[in-house]
């Protein structure tokens, strides 16, 4: 079967109109078997709210009245059919009951079960509205087949399961129908529920391309592909017709919003195109992410990762001995943390770790640097961002280094990347230096 899996982000399934548009691409579009959703646009923000801040009853009842508010509006758009009505309403009672357990703010698995439910309320809606179209769908639960490990919060799949399980249920009913899943969500080896971190419904689409052997996996949401920057930064962002996986890897990586950083993984494994475009404008094109493009320029797009922090950590016991480095880094593997900049002296480390707010990071990076304060003096610098030029042969071209760093040649570098990738060139810079660096830098590299 030349299955194509797709995946609608928040946006694209925020209301009835936007799901309605979705809908008759899937309509146009008869190799699409598996649909992969979000939570509706807002409703995730509510669930993380719900999940890490302190609120009364009457609180958590007005945030939960906010969520029916957004699911009821398409509810009663659709005419609010009996059924799906108490199918939405089942869901809304439990999320109630979760959302007031008095252990929800110290139990990461009770806040998994509570994020869950954006998408499984979404995916139940738009199954809907594809069946009024006239698609033979169904909705699936994706926890029958996206099996994690107990890392709540940032889950990591098992593949072997995912394939075994994805043959099982999932392959013997796409002959005939159009399954509605959730991403994001999966489920350990004791069925209690785990999530795939922020923005995981990418990773979710992926997953399922790779064990179902499709073709080719498409990720809709609000823009129109990939772009050499983010839009919202400089309007002269322009869209990219094609990316190879490794620079998609690296953009994603480095805090392109549009793709998760897992999703290019599965891709990669199994050679599977993956498609990216605008739901509302979908006869604009997008970016197609392929193993090899026609073209390899230097210079491909511009990224910036905010909520950086740097730590130094520093002992005169670390000149001329050995072990320190091995010792620093045992600890951060530990507490399974990524480092992307790195830099030594004779008596100091410094090294970057994302940290973003109510994030497993923030978490780790609390656990680590304590452990690290035990043997050594650590010193935590934050408010940075992580800006990232992307393209090929950077290492090795002439001319590539020196005009990117004559375009920030009035800004204070805090930490330099370079050489170990031929990909990537990433600064640390200051938070309020970063708009107007990503600026100067698209300026320099793709508007002259």
Request: with cysteine; aromatic share 6%; hydrophobic share 40%.
């Given at each position: 079967?030349?299955?194509?899996?797709?995946?609608?982000?928040?946006?694209?399934?925020?209301?009835?109109?936007?799901m309605?548009?979705?809908?008759?691409?899937?309509?146009?579009?008869?190799?699409?078997?598996?649909?992969?959703?979000?939570?509706?646009?807002?409703?995730?923000?509510h669930?993380?709210a719900?999940?890490?801040?302190?609120?009364?009853?009457?609180?958590i009842?007005?945030?939960?009245?906010?969520?029916?508010?957004?699911?009821?509006?398409?509810?009663?758009?659709?005419?609010?059919?009996?059924?799906?009505?108490?199918?939405?309403?089942?869901?809304?009672?439990?999320?109630?009951?979760?959302?007031?357990?008095?252990?929800?703010?110290?139990?990461?698995?009770?806040?998994?079960?509570?994020?869950?439910?954006?998408e499984?309320?979404?995916s139940?809606?738009f199954?809907e509205?594809?069946?009024?179209?006239g698609?033979?769908?169904?909705?699936?639960?994706?926890r029958?087949?996206?099996k994690?490990?107990?890392t709540?919060?940032?889950?990591?799949?098992?593949?072997?399961?995912?394939k075994?399980?994805?043959?099982?249920?999932?392959?013997?009913?796409?002959t005939?129908?159009?399954l509605?899943t959730?991403?994001?969500?999966g489920?350990?080896?004791?069925?209690?529920?785990?999530?795939?971190?922020r923005?995981?419904?990418?990773?979710?689409?992926?997953?399922?391309?790779?064990?179902?052997?499709?073709?080719?996996c498409?990720?809709?949401?609000?823009v129109v592909?990939v772009?050499?920057?983010?839009?919202?930064?400089?309007?002269?962002?322009?869209?990219?017709?094609?990316?190879?996986f490794?620079?998609?890897?690296e953009?994603?990586?480095?805090?392109?919003?549009?793709?998760?950083?897992?999703?290019?993984?599965?891709?990669?494994?199994?050679?599977?195109?993956v498609?990216?475009?605008?739901?509302?404008?979908?006869?604009?094109g997008g970016?197609?992410?392929v193993?090899?493009?026609?073209?390899?320029?230097?210079y491909?797009?511009?990224?910036?990762?905010k909520?950086?922090?740097?730590v130094?950590?520093?002992?005169?016991k670390m000149?001329?001995?050995?072990?320190f480095?091995?010792?620093?880094?045992?600890?951060?593997?530990?507490?399974?943390?990524?480092?992307?900049?790195?830099?030594?002296?004779?008596?100091?480390?410094?090294?970057?770790?994302?940290?973003?707010?109510?994030?497993?990071?923030?978490?780790?990076?609390?656990?680590?640097?304590?452990?690290?304060?035990?043997?050594?003096?650590?010193?935590?610098?934050?408010?940075?961002?992580?800006v990232?030029?992307?393209g090929?042969?950077?290492?090795?071209?002439?001319?590539?280094?020196?005009?990117?760093?004559?375009?920030?040649?009035?800004?204070?570098l805090?930490m330099?990347?370079?050489?170990?990738?031929?990909?990537?060139?990433?600064?640390?810079?200051?938070?309020?230096?970063?708009?107007?660096?990503?600026k100067?830098?698209?300026?320099?590299l793709?508007e002259?």
């Amino acid at each position: 079967m030349n299955i194509n899996i797709a995946k609608f982000g928040g946006t694209s399934v925020a209301d009835l109109d936007a799901m309605q548009h979705c809908a008759r691409i899937i309509a146009a579009t008869p190799e699409t078997r598996v649909i992969v959703v979000s939570a509706s646009a807002g409703v995730t923000n509510h669930l993380v709210a719900l999940a890490n801040t302190l609120l009364s009853k009457e609180q958590i009842s007005d945030v939960i009245e906010q969520i029916r508010h957004i699911e009821y509006g398409i509810l009663a758009s659709l005419g609010n059919p009996k059924e799906l009505q108490e199918k939405l309403d089942s869901l809304l009672a439990a999320l109630h009951e979760t959302a007031m357990h008095e252990e929800l703010l110290h139990r990461d698995d009770l806040k998994d079960s509570l994020l869950s439910f954006g998408e499984r309320m979404s995916s139940l809606l738009f199954t809907e509205v594809l069946c009024r179209l006239g698609v033979n769908a169904e909705n699936f639960d994706i926890r029958n087949v996206l099996k994690t490990d107990s890392t709540f919060g940032e889950a990591i799949p098992n593949l072997d399961s995912i394939k075994q399980l994805s043959e099982q249920f999932l392959l013997p009913e796409l002959t005939s129908k159009v399954l509605v899943t959730q991403g994001f969500v999966g489920s350990d080896e004791q069925g209690r529920t785990t999530t795939l971190g922020r923005g995981g419904s990418d990773f979710t689409a992926a997953l399922l391309a790779e064990a179902l052997s499709a073709k080719s996996c498409e990720i809709w949401t609000d823009v129109v592909g990939v772009y050499t920057t983010d839009p919202r930064i400089t309007k002269a962002a322009r869209p990219l017709p094609e990316l190879s996986f490794e620079e998609a890897a690296e953009m994603a990586n480095f805090g392109a919003k549009v793709l998760h950083p897992a999703t290019m993984e599965p891709a990669l494994r199994k050679n599977i195109n993956v498609f990216v475009g605008s739901s509302r404008e979908p006869e604009k094109g997008g970016t197609w992410i392929v193993r090899d493009c026609e073209n390899e320029p230097p210079y491909r797009a511009i990224t910036r990762r905010k909520q950086q922090v740097m730590v130094t950590v520093k002992t005169p016991k670390m000149m001329h001995a050995q072990g320190f480095l091995q010792q620093v880094f045992t600890i951060i593997a530990k507490h399974s943390l990524s480092v992307d900049l790195v830099t030594t002296s004779e008596i100091a480390v410094s090294f970057t770790l994302d940290n973003p707010a109510n994030s497993v990071a923030e978490k780790l990076n609390r656990e680590t640097l304590q452990e690290l304060g035990e043997f050594c003096e650590v010193v935590i610098e934050e408010n940075y961002d992580l800006v990232t030029v992307v393209g090929n042969n950077m290492h090795s071209a002439a001319g590539v280094s020196s005009k990117i760093f004559s375009s920030v040649r009035d800004y204070n570098l805090r930490m330099i990347c370079y050489g170990a990738n031929p990909h990537n060139m990433s600064f640390l810079v200051h938070q309020d230096d970063s708009t107007e660096i990503v600026k100067e830098l698209h300026r320099c590299l793709f508007e002259v």
